[in-house]
């Protein structure tokens, strides 16, 4: 397969789309997405590289029987899976819409580890009272007290981290946690050890499974009760589909042990924001949470987690790094020489499940 002709639909680096020159024959720039592309260039198009948004609306389903692969620059697809040529079976068989997995370990794994040493040291409560009332230990010749609460820190290495979810940023993650000590668990939907085929770069991640002591399945409540009983740090990645709407409930977060840390960086309608307060003021709840995804998103003006002192709350940006885009068209061109080398594209996403 040649795939010589690539449109792209989003503001993209001068250097980036030189490495896009060099890659196809024909490369089309339309980096306003109000401005749709010419119908002839939608017709000649084989790849389209999106950002998360997906295909521009104007763009005709009847005008993409050329379209090989649709490139997203995110790792998320349910906005870009609502274009009408992702409800055309026909279309469906033809094009594959594929993500960045991969590229956001560079990223978001930094971001969860920063979580995690932010709400074991509970440096958000720290640095309220030093300094808006300037509240410090009376004498610092006096010896903390051992107990919980006076010297307010947990030690991260022993404890147990469960990853919920172990795509490309658990694997990452979960490489990064073993140099604190920190054990790691992990659960999907069928609570097996699955190798990593998608787009990794080398030196990342985790392409065998073999990190996690063991794994669990969200599909069977028993075994995801005793995932939930073991995970100390709960850490999820999970993309936004039917199965996932929710999943996490006050009875889930009430499963985990005292003192636990929830930190969210795959989409807010895992769990209600509510159930996710309650779990933070119920008497041996949470200890903190970390959200870079909320439900709604964003938190109306005003919101209780978005002022509780136990909660760091980021506007869904922990996958934006410099040179973000830069590693999508890596990414992009790898995967298309894949396919001209007789393979299957990377990170090819299954409209049905979403993800």
């Excluded at 490369?27 to 790849?47: C, G, K, L, M, S």
């Excluded at 820190?153 to 490309?168: D, F, H």
């Excluded at 990593?196 to 969200?218: A, L, M, N, R, V």
Aim: proline content about 7%; overall charge negative; some cysteine.
């Amino acid at each position: 397969m040649v795939l010589d002709t690539l449109t792209i639909t989003f503001e993209l680096a001068q250097e980036s789309r030189d490495k896009c020159a060099k890659a196809f024959k024909t490369v089309h720039y339309f980096p306003n997405r109000d401005e749709a592309p010419p119908r002839d260039v939608v017709q000649a198009t084989e790849i389209w590289f999106c950002n998360w948004l997906g295909l521009p609306d104007d763009v005709r389903k009847e005008d993409l029987g050329k379209t090989k692969i649709v490139q997203l620059t995110s790792a998320g697809a349910n906005m870009a899976l609502k274009h009408p040529a992702f409800q055309d079976p026909k279309l469906l068989k033809q094009i594959k819409i594929c993500n960045t997995s991969g590229i956001h370990a560079y990223s978001i794994p930094q971001y969860i580890i920063g979580q995690i040493v932010n709400c074991e040291l509970r440096l958000a409560e720290k640095r309220w009272p030093a300094r808006n009332e300037m509240k410090y230990r009376p004498d610092p010749n006096e010896a903390p007290s051992s107990s919980f609460g006076a010297t307010s820190y947990y030690k991260m290495r022993g404890r147990t981290a469960g990853l919920l979810g172990y795509g490309a940023i658990a694997r990452e993650t979960a490489r990064l946690l073993q140099a604190f000590g920190i054990k790691v668990i992990a659960a999907n939907s069928r609570g097996e050890r699955r190798v990593d085929d998608g787009y990794i770069i080398p030196g990342t991640g985790d392409k065998e499974g073999t990190i996690p002591e063991q794994y669990y399945s969200t599909s069977d409540p028993e075994s995801f009760k005793q995932f939930l009983n073991r995970s100390e740090i709960l850490i999820a990645s999970l993309p936004s589909t039917p199965q996932t709407h929710y999943m996490l409930t006050r009875e889930h977060f009430a499963q985990l042990p005292k003192d636990a840390i929830f930190i969210n960086v795959g989409r807010g309608d895992l769990a209600k924001s509510e159930d996710i307060l309650a779990a933070l003021d119920q008497p041996e709840g949470l200890l903190a949470v970390g959200l870079d995804v909320t439900d709604p998103e964003p938190l109306p003006k005003g919101h209780a987690l978005l002022s509780h002192p136990r909660a760091v709350i980021t506007p869904h940006n922990s996958s934006d790094f410099a040179g973000y885009f830069d590693a999508g068209t890596d990414m992009m061109i790898a995967s298309v020489e894949r396919v001209r080398q007789g393979g299957e594209p990377m990170n090819v996403i299954d409209p049905e499940k979403g993800y």
